[in-house]
Nanobody, 123 residues
Framework: VQLQASGGGLVQAGGSLRLSCAAS????????MGWFRQAPGKEREFVAT????????YYADSVRGRFTISRDNAKNTVYLQMNSLKPEDTGVYYC?????????????????WGQGTQVTVSS
């Protein structure tokens, strides 16, 4: 399974970006999905997660109210809408397929990872 993340880029603080993550085949429609990020010199951290149906979501405190995770199982794609971006949101964003159908904030509970897409927010 391959996950292709896209949509990253350079944006000014207060701006928006929409990340997409497409799976190479229909393997993630019964699994939870998640977004994580890693800033330079820091460990990877949880951002958002969604269950297999899209009916349950959970966010890191730092992005709650600004980011929205969603999915389209017909397209094998998960999205991350990022609004009101801040310089501290800068990093490489990774999407991942969870081991099970539920949400998870624990990166050890994910089995497939995308290659990452760079998000840079300038002040």
């Amino acid at each position: 399974v391959q996950l292709q993340a896209s949509g990253g880029g350079l944006v000014q603080a207060g701006g928006s970006l929409r990340l997409s993550c497409a799976a190479s085949r229909r393997t993630n429609s019964n699994n939870g999905m998640g977004w994580f990020r890693q800033a330079p010199g820091k460990e990877r951290e949880f951002v958002a997660t969604i269950n297999w149906r899209g009916s349950d979501t959970y966010y890191a405190d730092s992005v709650r109210g600004r980011f929205t995770i969603s999915r389209d199982n017909a397209k094998n794609t998960v999205y991350l809408q990022m609004n009101s971006l801040k310089p501290e949101d800068t990093g490489v964003y990774y999407c991942a397929v969870a081991l099970g159908p539920s949400t998870s904030t624990d990166d050890s509970r994910y089995k497939y990872w995308g290659q990452g897409t760079q998000v840079t927010v300038s002040s």
